[in-house]
Nanobody
């Protein structure tokens, strides 16, 4: 049973930075493409960033490109989302997800992922 546990949420001021972590257990992390999604109240789940199993392919939502960075540490079975120059509009619950298909394709839709964490909330105050 694959488990994903996010951490790092909280309260941060606009313009600040935050790093989210997602620790995986119970599976073969090195074969998983990992993604971050967010849920803003009243909106559909939105893809934020993804990284393939090799770390060589990444994708970002246009709204976060240049400000957010996804990375992975296979030795720790952890994927990170570094977020800089934060704005109140990115306040949401952030989820990490794992795609077990062992390809270089990074899906940008929720249907492309097999496992999900419980989410971590962070709020950007203005």
């Amino acid at each position: 049973q694959v488990q994903l546990v996010e951490s790092g949420g909280g309260l941060v001021q606009a313009g600040g930075s935050l790093r989210l972590s997602c620790a995986a257990s119970g599976g073969t992390f090195t074969r998983y493409t990992m993604g971050w999604f967010r849920r803003i109240p009243g909106k559909e789940d939105e893809f934020v960033a993804g990284i393939d199993w090799s770390g060589g392919t990444t994708y970002y939502a246009s709204s976060v490109k240049g400000r957010f960075t996804i990375s992975r540490d296979d030795a720790k079975s952890t994927v990170y989302l570094q977020m800089n120059r934060l704005e109140p509009e990115v306040t949401a619950v952030y989820y990490c997800a794992a795609d077990r298909r062992y390809t270089h394709e990074v899906h940008r839709d929720v249907s492309g992922y097999d496992y999900w964490g419980q989410g971590t909330q962070f709020t950007v105050s203005s």
